[in-house]
Each structure stands twice: as structure tokens, then as C-alpha cells.
């Protein structure tokens, strides 16, 4: 499946980023906890590398959590701030700490001064990775339109969410061409993606074989799958037969499987998955005798 993404918006999204960019201390990054590594857009580090920088992995209730304790080593040991987050209000109590925190060099200069300094910081990420959610849940209530699909948030917004802190929501930005389809693959199975750029079918169909590789018995359950074996359509019209997803003259229901299969997944029903594996976290260089 070729999936080309040339999304028009996102030369907008840009352009609202960077000019709120000087109003900012901090940057506050989210990706899916499921997919630590391509829910991350490469083209965010030019652009906010003058500024300090923390990462969420959201939706990690819908991750596998020592896959995600890797990722976190891995961040670690590359410099990268990182923590766990689900929208929960445990999570968002540790979020608020570990944004204040990471703040904390910009409250202590204000305190220096005899400033109550009030830390704004914008959140930034792809689209559907949970920005808006996130936002709702640190403001504790519904100040930002969420769904689950791309494109929610259409433009710069600050919400304050205690008397020194504020949060800008932005657009979700993605690259302006997806080059490793598996990532583009990937992030439409997470509804990163608009539908309408992909065929759905194929989608689903190599989801369905993603999940049958990682977790085989509890994808044949869930979609009566009785041969594990079959791929591509094939596999997708077992899911039909086994699901009942029929219509009339028993014709193969393939739009209901495949809106069931994606949406499943991305609640998270089928069960807690990580599509992507931690690098092995580097190790700090050693300082060899001739540099001592």
C-alpha cells in the first residue's frame, strides 16, 4: 500500500508555530506511546531547538508498558525529558509536576527579580495524538474541541490552566511527504492520517496481519479468525464471515470491518500494543585517558 501525503494545512500549521514561538518558554512535544519513534515529526527540531523541550507519549494506556519503560530509557539516554502519560487525573497531577519542573529555570529568574512569573508553553505533535485531550485534562474541562481524527484543532489557541501556567494548543503537524511508508502505514492505523488518502481497505487489511504477528490468539478470538494464515482481502472477508458483517445476498460488509477493525484498534479494545521497538539506549562516552 502507497500512502502520499501532501497535506496542504500543514504549510499553515507551520507558519502559526513559528510565530508564536518567541511568546513561549517552553515546548511541550506529544507522540503515541504506540508509536514512540514515527508519531514524532523530525521537522519540529529545527524549528523549536532554541527551546527547552519535554515529551509525552500519550495514549499509554493503550501501549504495552514495559515496552514503553524502554522508550523511556532510550529517551533518556539520548537527553530527551520523556514520561508516560494517559489522560487520567494521576497522569495529569505528574504531567502539571514535570512541566513545572522542566519551567522551573524561568520561575526562579522571575523570583529573582520579584516576578510571579506566569510559564506559557505551547504543545506540539502530530495530528490525533491527543493534544487537545491533554490540554481538556490539565484545564479540567472542555475548553479545546477533541475527536478522533485529524484536523480537530484549526488554529492557535491559549488556554490559561492555573494562575502561572498557560498552554497554547496548535495544529498538528505533519511532514510534507511521507517517504518509509511502513510509518505512513503506521500512523493511519493510529488515525494520524486523513482516510481519505489511503485505500481503507488495504489499511485494515494489513493491520489485521500486524495484529495476528504481535498478539495471534487474541486477534483470532476478537475476529473469529479461524486461519491465521490468510492475508490481504482474503483475510479481511474472514473477518466479515466471522463477525457477521453481511449484507443482503450475503455480500461481504468490507466498509463496516474495516470502520470496526481501525476504530477497535484505536480504542484500544483489541488490547495494549507498541508497533514500534526502543533502540538500545546509548551509553555515555567514556572519557579516554588522552582526554583527562
Known amino acids: 500500500m502507497d500512502i502520499q501525503w501532501y497535506p496542504g494545512h500543514m504549510a499553515k500549521a507551520k507558519r ?30 529545527a524549528l523549536i531547538s532554541h527551546k527547552r523541550r519535554i515529551l509525552l507519549l500519550c495514549k499509554a494506556d493503550l501501549a504495552e508498558p514495559a515496552k514503553t519503560k524502554q522508550w ?46 506566569t510559564i506559557r508553553a505551547m504543545v506540539i505533535g502530530v495530528p490525533n495524538v491527543g493534544k487537545s485531550t491533554f490540554i481538556n485534562r490539565m484545564y479540567g474541562g472542555s475548553v479545546t474541541e477533541t475527536g478522533d481524527r485529524p484536523g480537530v ?23 510534507p511527504k511521507l517517504n518509509d511508508q511502513q510509518a505512513a502505514t503506521r500512523l493511519a492505523y493510529i488515525g494520524t492520517i486523513k482516510d481519505a488518502v489511503y485505500n481503507q481497505e488495504e489499511l485494515c487489511a494489513s493491520l489485521l496481519e500486524d495484529l495476528l ?6 486477534a483470532m478470538e476478537r475476529y473469529k479468525i479461524k486461519n491465521p494464515e490468510l492475508t490481504g482481502y482474503d483475510l479481511l472477508e474472514e473477518v466479515c464471515r466471522g463477525r457477521g458483517f453481511l449484507m443482503r445476498g450475503g ?22 500494543l507498541t508497533l514500534e521497538e526502543a533502540p538500545i539506549p546509548e551509553k555515555p562516552r567514556e572519557e579516554s585517558l588522552d582526554e583527562c
Do not use: H
Open 251 to 272: 455480500i461481504m460488509d468490507t466498509d463496516r470491518a474495516c470502520a470496526v477493525v481501525l476504530d477497535e484498534f484505536r480504542a484500544g479494545k483489541v488490547g495494549k
Open 153 to 175: 484543532t484549526k488554529s492557535n489557541r491559549w488556554v490559561k490552566v492555573s494562575p502561572y501556567l498557560e498552554i497554547l494548543d496548535t495544529p498538528g503537524m505533519l511532514w
Open 72 to 117: 523511556l530509557a532510550y529517551f533518556a539516554s539520548i537527553g530527551v525529558e520523556a514520561m508516560a502519560y494517559d489522560a487520567t487525573p494521576q497522569k495529569t497531577k505528574q504531567a502539571k509536576l514535570f512541566i513545572e519542573n522542566a519551567a522551573k529555570a524561568v520561575i526562579e529568574r522571575g523570583e529573582r527579580r520579584g516576578i510571579a512569573k
Open 213 to 218: 504477528k504481535a498478539m495471534p490468539q487474541r
Open 16 to 45: 502559526l508555530l513559528i510565530t508564536q514561538l518567541g511568546k513561549v518558554d517552553l515546548a511541550i512535544e506529544l507522540c503515541d506511546a504506540r508509536l514512540p519513534l514515527s508519531s514524532r515529526n523530525p521537522a519540529l527540531n
